[in-house]
T-cell receptor
Framework: GEDVEQSLFLSVREGDSSVINCTYT??????LYWYKQEPGAGLQLLTY?????DMKQDQRLTVLLNKKDKHLSLRIADTQTGDSAIYFC???????????FGQGTELSVKP | NAGVTQTPKFQVLKTGQSMTLQCAQD?????MSWYRQDPGMGLRLIHY???????DQGEVPNGYNVSRSTTEDFPLRLLSAAPSQTSVYFC????????????FGDGTRLSIL
C-alpha cells in the first residue's frame, strides 16, 4: 500500500542549511507537500510540488523531487531558530483529496 | 477568516465515556477528514468524506464514527472511549479538484483515563 517515510530527527546550527528527506511508494502521486507544525499548533502548508516537476524554489525553501527513486527533499537555507518545528512530508494520489503523511522530522536549530 | 474550527481544544474522558469532537469549515470544501497524531507515527487518517452524505474509512477507523449531514460540519464520535484513543486529533478540509492543499484545524488534545 501507500507509505511515506521520513527520518525522525535532524539537528543543525543556526545559519546552516537543513535538508529533510522523504521517500514514498505510490508512483501515482500527483502532488507532494511539505507541512510545518510548531509546538502545540496545527499543520501549516509550507510548499508543494507537482509530480512532473524536478525542483521548486520559494525564498529560503527548495524542494527537490526524484520521481524515479520516489525521493523528496526540503532544503531550508540559512536556518533560523524559528524554523525549529516538526516537518511532515505528504503525498496525494489520484483519489481525490486523500493525503498520506510521513512520521514527521523534528528539526532542532541550535544557536 | 475562520477556516477550520475544532472544538473542544482539550478534553479528558474516563474509559467507556462517549463524546463528539466537532469540526466546521466555512470555505465550502467538499473534502473533510479526521487524523490522529501520535508520537513517532505522523498523522494517520481515521475517516474522510468527499461530500455531504458520503463518508469512508481511513487507515485507523475502529472505535470512531463520523457523519456528514452538511458540507460545513464533520463531527467525529467516540462511542466508548479507550486509553488507546488518547491522542491529538486534527480535522482538515480541502476542495477536491486540482492542487488543493488541506487546511488544518488547531487540534483537539484528548486524554482517556
Amino acid at each position: 500500500g501507500e507509505d511515506v517515510e521520513q527520518s525522525l530527527f535532524l539537528s543543525v546550527r543556526e545559519g546552516d542549511s537543513s535538508v529533510i528527506n522523504c521517500t514514498y511508494t505510490d508512483s501515482s502521486s500527483t502532488y507532494l507537500y511539505w507541512y510545518k507544525q510548531e509546538p502545540g499548533a496545527g499543520l501549516q502548508l509550507l510548499t508543494y510540488i507537482f509530480s512532473n516537476m524536478d525542483m521548486k524554489q520559494d525564498q529560503r525553501l527548495t524542494v527537490l523531487l526524484n520521481k524515479k527513486d520516489k525521493h523528496l527533499s526540503l532544503r531550508i537555507a540559512d536556518t533560523q531558530t524559528g524554523d525549529s518545528a516538526i516537518y511532515f512530508c505528504a503525498e496525494r494520489g489520484n483519489q481525490g483529496g486523500k493525503l498520506i503523511f510521513g512520521q514527521g522530522t523534528e528539526l532542532s536549530v541550535k544557536p | 477568516n475562520a477556516g477550520v474550527t475544532q472544538t473542544p481544544k482539550f478534553q479528558v474522558l474516563k474509559t467507556g465515556q462517549s463524546m463528539t469532537l466537532q469540526c466546521a469549515q466555512d470555505m465550502n470544501h467538499e473534502y473533510m477528514s479526521w487524523y490522529r497524531q501520535d508520537p513517532g507515527m505522523g498523522l494517520r487518517l481515521i475517516h474522510y468524506s468527499v461530500g455531504a452524505g458520503i463518508t469512508d474509512q481511513g487507515e485507523v477507523p475502529n472505535g470512531y464514527n463520523v457523519s456528514r449531514s452538511t458540507t460545513e460540519d464533520f463531527p467525529l464520535r467516540l462511542l466508548s472511549a479507550a486509553p488507546s484513543q488518547t491522542s491529538v486529533y486534527f480535522c482538515a478540509s480541502s476542495h477536491l479538484k486540482g492542487n488543493q492543499p488541506q487546511h488544518f484545524g488547531d487540534g483537539t488534545r484528548l486524554s482517556i483515563l
